[in-house]
């Protein structure tokens, strides 16, 4: 569905953001893009979606390449920005001005996902809340139907309950013929969500991995004291105890804590990337 | 180069939807802008047809400048650009929108608007007991010059929106003014070349030239002055051109909207 062969994208030619990235993502997932500030998170999203022109390498978007901006792609690749333009007009404008824009768009799905995220469809988009404008780009994103979905930072501006509902939506309307990518620094929104982990470092993907070899590979814990575990590669302190990341030598079974992996991957990268990589 | 005509549609649909308060507010706000312009100006002698006539160029060339620079320019900031060029539509349909919307469906609204409204004034003119001719559209339209210069104005707007990122407005009327007396000066070097200006009337001596690409070439001096009137044919060259600048501009703007990044 989306393949990056050796990309390497700057905003100056001198300092690349990417650097010889090279990615393959099947659809049926739901991949979650991690990495710290400015590691080019968003520049990669944009390069998928044809905002951004490589400077090397090629990008392929189901056998497409996005540079080219074809109406055919357009239509099956929708992005939300982190932070976006909306229009003047009312909810039911813009979908009345967007909607025959896209093929597969489901009306009955539009309206059933904005009655669940409790947004008024005859609102003025212009006098909504940054969540309220939020939670209808999500719906309209959504019931597009499109083949490749890219979020960037989609619960940010959500209240909790929205954030809840976010994942029920997501969760809901994923279709098997479907590649969702959301970039986030709130990991713990959507741990639950995110099926695959891309961690984006040093210029390239370090680490894509579907969450259950995470956690066949690591072991995630919750300690009174770090030396519970048999030679931990990483652990944190809070006031329960710590969180602690070993080798799962056992093969024990444990739940994935996503902020934690994506911590100690960065802080021990020489360590846990290898383990992948065998 | 794929263009659909639903596409185009559902385009020019949307940007008539989404502006429909700033055209409601906007007219009116020029025609008030007109009215206060006329009384100023007019004088003693009413409306002539000469005040309508400037009115009526300067709000479409103006307000039409507006247009294009604020409503077809979606690449102001990055939001709004991401807006644009993710919307599923090929870089030729969002052109020829941008064109149809500037160049056609503007002036259009604005005639239809603006023309009854100075209709009124001339009638209003007349009850106030001025006598001046009704002022007519369509003499106006009949120098074959006028259209074609709008469009070409509207071509280099659209151009400038899409080619400028910061201040916008400053450099686009940069841009435009230098063009504009560029153009006056080239004309008249050109008809200096083009015709015999110092055999003229057999009187030697005028010095000071007056052209436009369009009309009579007026010539003066301190006394007398004269005018050539161009021929057909060398006012079809002059036309020519002018259109020809057209669509290089457009597909100027093609390639500028294709190699457009956020």
């Known amino acids: ?278 | 180069m794929e263009i659909s005509i639903n596409r185009l549609w559902l385009l020019l649909r949307k940007q008539s939807r989404e502006y429909k308060k700033i055209y409601l507010l906007g007219f009116p706000a020029l025609i008030a802008i007109g009215l206060v312009w006329l009384i100023y100006n007019s004088g003693g002698e009413g409306l002539t047809n000469r005040y309508l006539e400037d009115l009526f160029v300067c709000g479409i060339f103006l307000s039409s400048g507006l247009h294009s620079l604020f409503i077809l320019n979606r690449h102001r900031d990055k939001t709004s650009s991401i807006h644009e060029l993710m919307l599923p539509c090929t870089v030729a349909e969002k052109t020829c929108a941008a064109v149809i919307s500037g160049m056609v469906l503007y002036p259009l609204l604005y005639i239809f608007v603006i023309y009854p409204v100075t209709l009124l004034l001339c009638y209003i003119d007349r009850v106030m007991g001025f006598y001046n001719n009704i002022f007519v559209l369509w003499d106006m339209f009949r120098q074959p010059g006028f259209i074609c210069f709008y469009f070409v104005f509207q071509s280099i707007i659209l151009l400038c929106s899409v080619t400028f990122k910061r201040q916008v407005i400053l450099k686009t009327i940069v841009v435009v003014c230098c063009l504009f007396f560029g153009t006056l000066y080239l004309n008249e070097l050109i008809t200096k070349v083009v015709f015999d200006i110092s055999g003229i009337a057999g009187k030697p001596g005028f010095e000071h030239l007056s052209s436009t690409p369009f009309t009579s070439v007026y010539l003066y001096d301190q006394h007398q002055s004269a005018h050539i009137k161009p021929s057909v044919y060398q006012q079809t060259l002059f036309l020519a051109g002018y259109y020809l600048a057209l669509p290089v501009i457009w597909i100027t703007v093609f390639f500028r909207l294709k190699e457009k990044q956020i």
């Not at chain 1, 990417?18 to 400015?38: Q, T, V």
């Not at chain 1, 080219?68 to 239509?75: G, Y």
């Open chain 1, 1 to 278: 569905m989306i393949s990056i062969q050796h990309l390497t994208f700057g905003y100056k030619k001198s300092r690349p953001v990417l650097e010889d990235l090279s990615l393959e993502l099947k659809p049926g997932h739901i991949y979650g893009l991690l990495g710290k500030n400015g590691a080019g998170k968003s520049s990669l999203l944009h390069t998928i979606c044809g905002l951004l022109f490589p400077g090397k390498g090629t990008v392929r978007v189901t056998g497409e390449e996005p540079a080219r901006r074809s109406a055919k792609l357009l239509q099956q690749t929708v992005l939300l920005p982190e932070e976006f333009y909306v229009p003047n007009g009312s909810v039911h404008t813009y979908v009345d001005n967007y909607a025959p824009f896209y093929p597969t768009f489901d009306r009955a799905l539009f309206s059933r996902m904005l009655a669940e995220f409790e947004v008024p469809a005859d609102s003025d988009l212009q006098k909504m809340s940054y969540g309220q404008k939020k939670k209808m780009m999500i719906s309209f994103v959504l019931a597009t139907r499109a083949k490749v979905l890219l979020m960037d930072e989609p619960t940010n501006g959500l209240d909790i309950p929205s954030k809840r509902q976010f994942r029920k939506v997501i969760a809901g309307t994923a279709a098997e013929d479907q590649v969702i990518i959301i970039s986030t620094h709130q990991v713990r929104d959507l741990d639950s969500l995110i099926d695959h982990v891309l961690i984006l470092e040093d210029k390239r993907i370090i680490i894509r991995e579907p969450v259950e070899r995470i956690t066949q590979k690591l072991v995630f814990k919750q300690v009174n004291q770090p030396t519970e575990l048999i030679a931990p590669i990483y652990y944190e302190g809070g006031l329960k105890g710590y969180a602690v990341v070993g080798v799962n030598h056992d093969e024990e079974e444990s739940r994935l804590d996503m902020e934690i992996f994506f911590n100690a991957v960065l802080s021990e990268k020489q360590q846990i990337v290898p383990l992948f990589n065998a």
